[in-house]
């Protein structure tokens, strides 16, 4: 899936730039702020999912699953979707928290853009097996997060 001309912008997370400790941690973190732009017509929903490619793990460490968010231009709005799993066992926003001294982790918060709506809360490899031929835009932004 090409990135397209929907844009993604966080205003706590700078692109290629490292995340401040408030949006990471074993602690409730808090949840990072987002800004979308380009969204193509025929786009009913927006998803966000967040994950960590680097994570020692088969698929990487999934972060946070968001879908069901309006396809308007604009803010993102948490609580306006729904929250699905994530690889802590939680629903939500987990922050990022690498193993000590494992060296920098990239974190993907990509934005999808729909042409049908999500049913329920799938996991992010049941979103991107059932919704990838709905996929009408997307965009990332990519931050980075070490514990040492």
Known sequence: MPLTSVTVSSPDIGHESYIDDRFAGREPAETPRFEV????????????????PDAPMPGGFIHWTLYGLPARIG???????????????????AGPYPPAGHGPHHYFFWVYALSRAVEGEPTRDEFLRDYADAVV?????VGLYRND
């Open 137 to 141: 835009g997307q965009a990332r932004v």
């Open 37 to 52: 732009g380009g969204i193509p017509e025929g786009a009913v929903e927006l998803a966000l999912i967040c994950d960590d």
């Open 75 to 93: 803010h993102i709005e948490p609580a306006e979707g729904r929250h699905g799993p994530n690889d802590a066992e939680t629903v939500g926003y």
